[in-house]
C-alpha cells in the first residue's frame, strides 16, 4: 500500500484557479468512490473539504470541487483567496480495508 | 455537537510504553469507524489503522502492523493508540478522526508524543 501521488506543490494567484491532482491505482482510487479531501494550517488539525469524490459538507465554500477519472482524482479550487493558502491531502479506501493519504500538496496563493 | 477530545501531550524515553486516548461525545459512539492518524514533524499525514467501536473491527495499515496497538472501550466511548516499546522515530503528533473511510469530519485537537533520551 503506498501513499497516493500528489504534486508537492502548486500556486496560483487570486481570483484564479488551481487544481491539485492525486493518483492511486485500480486497487485504492480507481476502485473506490471513497476518495476524501483534507485542507491543513500549520499547527491546525486537518479539515474535510471534500468526500465521496464529489460531495460537500455544510459550511465549505462551493469554491472548492472534486472529480474523478480513472486511478486519479482532483480538487479545483476556484477563486482563490489568500486564505486557501495551506496544505492539501487526498486520501482514498483501499482493497487492504483501510485508508491511505496523498503524500500532500503545498498551494500557495501567490 | 461532535466531538473528540485526546489526552494530553506526552514525554516519554525509548522503550517506554504508551497508550494514548480519543473520547467522542455528542454521537452515537459505537456506530461509527475512527482512525488514528501519525504526523511527523514537518512531514505529511499517515493513517494508522482504524477500529469500529460496535464489534472492535480493526485493521492497520501495512506499515504500521504490529507496530502499535488500536482499542476501544464502547462502555466509555473512548478509542486508544498504543505503544509496547517506544522508538525516537515514534516522535510525532497524533490524531483521531470519525468517519476515515467516507471521510472524516470530526477530528480531534491531536496528541504530541516526544520520545527522547
Known amino acids: 500500500q503506498s501513499a497516493l501521488t500528489q504534486p508537492a506543490s502548486v500556486s496560483g494567484s487570486p481570483g484564479q484557479s488551481s487544481t491539485i491532482s492525486c493518483t492511486g491505482t485500480?486497487?485504492?482510487?480507481?476502485?473506490?468512490?471513497?476518495v476524501s479531501w483534507y485542507q491543513q494550517h500549520p499547527g491546525k488539525a486537518p479539515k474535510l473539504m471534500i468526500y465521496?469524490?464529489?460531495k460537500r459538507p455544510s459550511g465549505v465554500s462551493n469554491r472548492f470541487s472534486g472529480s474523478k477519472s480513472g486511478n486519479t482524482a482532483s480538487l479545483t479550487i476556484s477563486g482563490l483567496q489568500a486564505e486557501d493558502e495551506a496544505d492539501y491531502y487526498c486520501s482514498s479506501y483501499t482493497s487492504t480495508n483501510t485508508p491511505v493519504f496523498g503524500g500532500g500538496t503545498k498551494l500557495t496563493v501567490l | 455537537e461532535v466531538q473528540l477530545v485526546q489526552s494530553g501531550a506526552e514525554v516519554k524515553k525509548p522503550g517506554e510504553s504508551l497508550k494514548i486516548s480519543c473520547k467522542g461525545s455528542?454521537?452515537?459512539?459505537?456506530?461509527?469507524?475512527i482512525g488514528w492518524v501519525r504526523q511527523m514533524p514537518g512531514k505529511g499525514l499517515e493513517w494508522m489503522g482504524i477500529i469500529y467501536p460496535g464489534d472492535s473491527d480493526t485493521r492497520y495499515s501495512p506499515s504500521f502492523q504490529g507496530q502499535v496497538t488500536i482499542s476501544a472501550d464502547k462502555s466509555i466511548s473512548t478509542a486508544y493508540l498504543q505503544w509496547s516499546s517506544l522508538k525516537a522515530s515514534d516522535t510525532a503528533m497524533y490524531y483521531c478522526?470519525?468517519?476515515?473511510?467516507?471521510?472524516?469530519?470530526?477530528w480531534g485537537q491531536g496528541t504530541l508524543v516526544t520520545v527522547s533520551s
Open positions: 455528542g454521537y452515537s459512539f459505537p456506530s461509527y469507524w
Open positions: 465521496d469524490v464529489s
Open positions: 478522526a470519525r468517519e476515515p473511510i467516507v471521510g472524516a469530519r470530526d
Open positions: 485500480s486497487s485504492d482510487v480507481g476502485g473506490y468512490n471513497y
